[in-house]
């Protein structure tokens, strides 16, 4: 783990080790910069560890597009205005020993986000997400991200059923983009950080 944590710091990406779940709550909401707008993608680990009932129910000022009963339009409005935010919270569906953050995403807003427009991304990553290579990493993202994320929110797509990816064209699917961070230009090394906690969180 010390070695992945000076793996990213190499590449300009700010690394930590939490080692449970109100560590990584604390230390993630600690990286918020006072009067800070925040903006969430869609997280398990982020539900898991507490970060997002405490941004939701606490005094942020909050960009939320998970808000009940708020229309399509209002809430493609608040994915748009999230992107912009003063500091983004996700993770990442996969980890590189080599530092790389690699992710799908149905819409791309999240990974966008990542990669361009907040000033501050805080990604939150079980080590259960930390694999060898991209290639573990491509395995791990067709083989048990996809088919279990679409079985969680009620997909009927064909991986939801066999388990397995086999790059349909389902309306349903939930991955239509791929991407890979691997580091930050050095101007930009205090924007993204990583926060890797000794649990098994999220998908």
Same mark, same amino acid.
Not at 15 to 44: C, F, K, W
Not at 94 to 111: F, M, Y
Not at 134 to 161: I, M, N, Y
């Given at each position: ?7 990213? %710091?190499?590449?300009?990406? #700010? ?5 449970? /779940?109100?560590? &990584? ?12 707008? =925040?903006?969430? %993608? ?6 898991? +560890? ?8 606490? /005094? ?20 748009? &205005? %999230?992107?912009?935010?003063? +500091? ?5 569906? &996969? ?7 690699? @992710?799908? $995403?149905?819409?791309?807003? !999240? +990974? ?8 501050? =991304?805080?990604?939150? +990553? ?7 290579? #991209?290639?573990?990493?491509? #395995? !791990?993202?067709?083989?048990? =991200? ?8 009620? !997909? /009927? ?8 990816? /086999? @790059? ?5 699917? =939930? ?7 691997? %580091?930050?230009?050095? &101007? $930009?090394?205090? !924007? ?12």
């Amino acid at each position: 783990m010390d070695k992945l944590i000076e793996k990213l %710091g190499s590449i300009n990406i #700010q690394a930590y080790i939490a080692n449970d /779940s109100d560590e &990584a709550r604390h230390l993630a909401l600690g990286l918020i910069p006072q009067g800070a707008t =925040v903006a969430m %993608g869609n997280s398990l680990t982020l539900r898991e +560890v507490g970060i997002f009932d405490a941004i939701v129910n606490g /005094s942020y000022k909050v960009i939320n597009q998970f808000e009940p009963g708020i229309s399509a339009a209002e809430n493609l409005k608040r994915r748009k &205005a %999230g992107m912009l935010a003063d +500091v983004y919270f996700t993770s990442a569906n &996969a980890l590189t020993l080599d530092g790389e953050l690699v @992710n799908i $995403d149905g819409k791309g807003n !999240r +990974v966008a986000a990542m990669m361009f427009g907040p000033d501050k =991304v805080i990604i939150v +990553v079980g080590e259960n997400k930390i694999v060898k290579d #991209q290639e573990e990493a491509w #395995q !791990r993202l067709k083989e048990k =991200v996809a088919p279990e994320l679409t079985k969680k929110l009620g !997909r /009927s797509t064909p991986c939801a059923k066999t388990g397995e990816c /086999s @790059n349909c064209n389902s309306p349903e699917r =939930v991955c239509r983009c791929y991407t890979v961070i691997n %580091g930050q230009m050095p &101007a $930009d090394k205090d !924007r993204i950080h990583v926060i890797i906690v000794r649990e098994q969180l999220g998908i």
